[in-house]
């Protein structure tokens, strides 16, 4: 959408821009864009198109080498090991899978970083992503064919599901408000520490050095504090070095301690959904009395494929319900297919969904083999 002025081009909560001057005319919008080509040469990039060169670039390598450390890893475990693995701390199977498990989940937030891809919002971004995820993990179906197994749905990988759907809903926010550098430290930090709450406090397990894991739990905690501190003061040195910031800096002051806040708040609640996965994968391996081999967890990956693409089936009906029914924020009714923005936003948020699904299956797979 273009504008007549700078004045009249308004922003909605949404992240759509649209023209708020009823003065408007095509015939002005033309002027306008005539202006702004002049003013660049034919060879220049503005920074944004450089910013999502580079972005979607870094995303292809990203893709492909997150896709060929899991599909070498798992390949050739079910082609090699075969099904039965005694757990050990010193598999290399396990090791692997811990080592590609922590390499795909460092690319799940790169699709954030291009630009235009927050303009439709966290909920459908995340749906997207849902996409993504669910696909990778139904996977899991086909290969259970191939090796002669019953696919069987179990409970846990449903539950697991929506809480990974709240896990990545919060981490998006948190994401968006804090950065893609503090905000996963500060939810990593708490799943570690929510995971290991459940460990202790519900399923048994017994530390074995006390006083060395009240050390490391204290490490983890000053750590969120500091990261937290550093991104307020970030914020609000960006803020104060406006060119736009002559008076009510106290109302900006708390407009980014209020921001900082909300971010740290979603990155606290995405921390304690991701860390509660673990709970519903123990449920699952307690439930079955030979313990979980290559077709307990291939069941539980396609359980938890299934019904993640089955609920977003029904956050995307019910925001398309909503679109259709009110329009997107800003914009009012009459809102199109168009504005769900396919290739800005539908296929980073799926590339985010297949990391997001790669990191998950190798987790498990360390889980098997590393106890």
């Not at 090699?80 to 799940?108: E, H, I, N, R």
């Not at 539908?346 to 997001?356: A, C, H, K, N, Q």
Request: contains cysteine; hydrophobic residues 45%.
């Amino acid at each position: 959408y273009t504008c007549s002025s700078p004045m009249d081009r308004m922003v909605s909560p949404g992240g759509y821009t649209f023209d708020a001057s009823p003065e408007g005319s095509p015939r002005d919008n033309e002027q306008l864009v005539l202006a702004e080509d002049s003013m660049s040469g034919p060879g220049d990039d503005s920074p944004d198109d450089l910013e999502a060169r580079k972005v979607w670039q870094f995303l292809r390598i990203s893709s492909v080498l997150g896709m060929v450390l899991f599909v070498a890893l798992w390949g050739s475990w079910l082609i090699f090991a075969g099904p039965k693995a005694v757990p050990s701390f010193s598999s290399p199977y396990g090791w692997g899978a811990a080592l590609c498990g922590a390499v795909c989940f460092s690319f799940t937030e790169v699709p954030v970083k291009i630009p235009g891809s927050q303009q439709v919002g966290a909920v459908m971004f995340n749906a997207y992503c849902y996409v993504g995820n669910g696909a990778v993990n139904c996977l899991a179906i086909p290969v259970l064919w191939v090796l002669g197994e019953p696919f069987v749905f179990h409970l846990p990988g449903l539950l697991a599901a929506l809480d990974n759907l709240l896990v990545q809903y919060f981490a998006r926010q948190a994401v968006w408000l804090m950065g893609i550098g503090a905000a996963p430290a500060c939810w990593g930090t708490v799943g570690i520490l929510t995971s290991f709450l459940w460990g202790t406090l519900v399923f048994g397990d017994r530390p074995w050095a006390p006083r060395l894991l009240i050390i490391g739990l204290v490490v983890l905690i000053m750590g969120v504090v500091l990261v937290s501190v550093s991104v307020y003061l970030s914020k609000r040195s960006e803020v104060g070095n406006s060119p736009d910031l002559s008076n009510g800096s106290k109302v900006s002051d708390r407009r980014v301690r209020f921001g900082v806040l909300l971010g740290l708040g979603s990155a606290l609640l995405a921390g304690i959904c991701d860390g509660s996965i673990i709970a519903f994968y123990f449920v699952f391996r307690t439930q079955r009395e030979t313990g979980t081999g290559v077709s307990g967890m291939l069941q539980y990956l396609g359980s938890f494929g299934i019904s993640t693409l089955l609920m977003n089936c029904v956050v995307v009906g019910v925001y398309l319900g909503v679109v259709h029914l009110v329009g997107l924020p800003g914009r009012g009714r009459g809102s199109t297919i168009k504005d769900l923005r396919l290739r800005q936003c539908g296929i980073p948020g799926m590339l985010s969904g297949v990391s997001w699904a790669q990191g998950n299956a190798c987790g498990v797979l360390a889980s098997h083999h590393m106890g």
